[in-house]
């Protein structure tokens, strides 16, 4: 059953990719939500009812915790998708580049599945917490010491030294900051960041946190509590075997 | 002349890539400069001999400006070559991504020639200071609003405050630091990002001053005042019709 809902993980993903990028010249209807800054699209809205009906029309009995339309189900209840119909909406609105379409898969608050597709690249991202394949090639990640290393950050945490994180980008390489957190998923899973600090939703971290698992990280608030899978809070995605080093920065 | 010399600029910068790419799985020298994070390889150090041997032996009568082996030339006297041979060399060592190969060429001061290389997009950008063309295809851009815009960033500027820099990023739609100013100009060029505010060195900026300003684009110091083309300073690449806009904010 778990394989079956990978492959419709990975195949509703794929067509709602394909989808945007169809009408990637299309005049967005833009509205803001909560500021000037904070935008959503028709797009958003249409590709998040398109996959959840077909979520809900194919496992009838699951439910759905999604990004826009107040759609909220409790992650320890039962079998729950997690989606993000377009992570990164703001530089799909002004790059056309540099979002994705993020879904998970949890049990009674355990994660089963992880699917990211970066949709300019059209680069799928799939697992199920005990490997990770990028299209049909099994990822391999060495992880580096944070001194031969960049972290991805978010840029109000890092200047704010929130959780001590200025701290501890001064005993990395440096810091980069994207602004899709799908998209630093796939910078973890490339090796391209050591971590990723930001103040998240839970479409924003489910799937990455089960995409990175196999390779020791651990999702987790940023003072060391389990996230809640609601609200925003300040998470991190770290190595989980470097927590220990990096406690004398990040509280 | 000039054509001779910008077909000659293209020809070696795509060459360059090459073989950087070739040289992607090598075992690197890396040695550090001024700082743990501020690093060259030996690929670096290549890659501008190749092409400095090139210019002279081809224009002996020019003279060079570049990144490495202080290899120095006043950019107001004569004919002058301005060379980064990996910009984003710290991208280049942990990502093998996100980094560019640059050229430009001065007479007497004025920018006549511009090429950066995405070297792992192998996508050229070039141009003579009125137009400027991505591979073969004429590149036409159009200038949004700051507030519906995002901005490029030195991540150290931008959390001082330097020259006001949060001030007006709060009026853009965010911040996004890739750790590469030729990509960052790969970025303007392609829409991705309104401006670009940094602290750089002459081979950081000269060949992005002369690609972005058939589009309106002024390079200059945050404060108004030229570029010296000598040492690092605190710059900007901004549209030159907002410039009177955001001077409530960047001083």
Chains 1, 2 share one sequence.
Do not use: C
């Not at 249409?46 to 759905?64: A, G, N, R």
């Not at 994207?178 to 490339?190: D, Q, T």
């Amino acid at each position: 059953m778990l394989n079956t809902k990978l492959e419709f993980a990975k195949k509703v993903v794929r067509q709602a990719g394909g989808f945007i990028r169809q009408h990637l010249s299309d005049d967005l209807e833009i509205s803001e939500k909560t500021h000037f800054d904070d935008l959503v699209t028709n797009l958003d809205r249409e590709v998040q009812e398109q996959i959840l009906t077909q979520i809900l029309s194919t496992f009838p009995k699951d439910h759905v915790l999604a990004e826009e339309n107040d759609v909220r189900h409790d992650i320890k209840d039962g079998n729950v998708w997690v989606l993000d119909p377009i992570d990164g909406t703001t530089n799909f609105i002004v790059q056309r580049d540099n979002f994705a379409v993020m879904l998970a898969y949890y049990e009674s608050g355990i994660g089963k599945i992880g699917v990211i597709l970066d949709v300019m690249s059209d680069n799928l991202y799939w697992g199920d917490g005990t490997s990770a394949y990028k299209n049909e090639a099994q990822i391999h990640l060495t992880v580096k010491p944070l001194r031969q290393s960049l972290i991805g950050v978010n840029t109000y945490m890092y200047r704010t030294n929130a959780g001590g994180l200025l701290d501890l980008s001064h005993e990395s390489l440096g810091v980069r900051a994207i602004g899709s957190a799908g998209i630093e998923y796939v910078n973890i899973l490339e090796g391209k960041i050591w971590g990723y600090f930001s103040n998240l939703s839970p479409w924003d971290y489910a799937a990455g946190a089960v995409l990175i698992a196999p390779f020791g990280y651990i999702t987790q608030q940023i003072d060391g509590r389990p996230l809640a899978f609601e609200g925003r809070q300040m998470m991190m995605s770290v190595p989980s075997n470097q927590l220990d080093k990096i406690k004398a920065y990040i509280k």
